[in-house]
């Protein structure tokens, strides 16, 4: 529901895509759902699917990458029509600028702002510590890893203060000892920064550990078949496992829908 509160409502979203001989291939179907900008649900939000089910071009329909063929994106009570910065994506590779040092790519971010020199400075020290990249401002993203190139398209994203920050399965081909280190950067950044996270994963583990509100989105069409608030999931269950209770409440709820 929306209110008070809504940051961010989704309304309605569908996308069709045109297939071959005229065929049409329904991606997406009736999305909807609501990020409370009071955090009473958390301040990330997972979309869980299998793979294929659409989460990417959802993530780009709400950042106003790609156009939807039905429904809405409201941010703040005002339709999303274009990207502007209030609305981030960074994809499941993370991009950033070769050839550009990390304090460069930063700059350059800034820069497209308009904000003056003096600012750019103060912003990119601060969000260069806040990632973890205290003293390798003169290092280059391809010597590293991509660890390493997530935490710079982070920090970039972070640098020019967005309301919304979507993350397109970032940490799916990582390692375990990277993957724990970047959750918990970004659990990090919740306790810091007014910002929220939509995090599109596949990932019933990751949802878990990092979620206040978790989406569940089955494919053909993509549609969202069921939210679990997480906090009053874990109020509900106190005297068992909290995080084995809620794994296995999600595989059922998608055995469910699957064997319908």
């Known amino acids: 529901m929306s209110g008070m509160n809504s940051l961010l409502e989704i309304k309605n979203l569908s996308k069709l895509f045109h297939g071959p001989a005229g065929s049409r291939i329904h991606v997406l179907d009736g999305i909807n759902f609501v990020i409370d900008s009071a955090g009473n649900d958390g301040r990330l939000t997972s979309v869980l699917s299998p793979a294929g089910a659409g989460k990417t071009t959802l993530l780009k329909i709400i950042s106003a990458l790609e156009k939807p063929s039905g429904g809405e994106v409201i941010l703040k009570e005002k339709e999303y029509l274009q990207p502007d910065g209030r609305i981030t994506y960074i994809p499941e590779n993370a991009s950033s600028f070769p050839w550009m040092s990390v304090d460069q790519n930063i700059e350059f971010a800034l820069k497209l702002k308009n904000i003056n020199q003096e600012e750019v400075k103060k912003r990119k020290d601060e969000v260069i510590s806040l990632v973890?990249?205290?003293?390798?401002?003169?290092?280059?993203?391809?010597?590293?890893?991509?660890?390493?190139?997530?935490?710079?398209?982070?920090?970039?994203?972070?640098?020019?203060?967005?309301?919304?920050?979507?993350?397109?399965?970032?940490?799916?081909?990582?390692?375990?000892?990277?993957?724990k280190e970047l959750h918990d950067l970004i659990k990090s950044i919740i306790q810091q920064l007014n910002v929220f996270f939509i995090l599109a994963t596949s990932n019933i583990s990751e949802a878990v550990d990092l979620s206040g509100n978790i989406l569940l989105l089955k494919k053909s069409p993509g549609k969202i078949f069921r939210q679990i608030n997480v906090i009053e999931f874990n109020k509900n269950h106190q005297d068992e496992d909290k995080n084995v209770s809620l794994k296995s409440e999600i595989e059922k709820s998608f055995e469910h829908v699957d064997g319908r």
């Open 132 to 179: 973890g990249l205290g003293g390798y401002g003169n290092h280059y993203p391809h010597e590293k890893s991509s660890g390493f190139r997530f935490r710079i398209s982070l920090a970039r994203t972070l640098a020019i203060q967005p309301e919304v920050i979507l993350l397109d399965d970032c940490f799916k081909n990582l390692h375990s000892e990277t993957k």
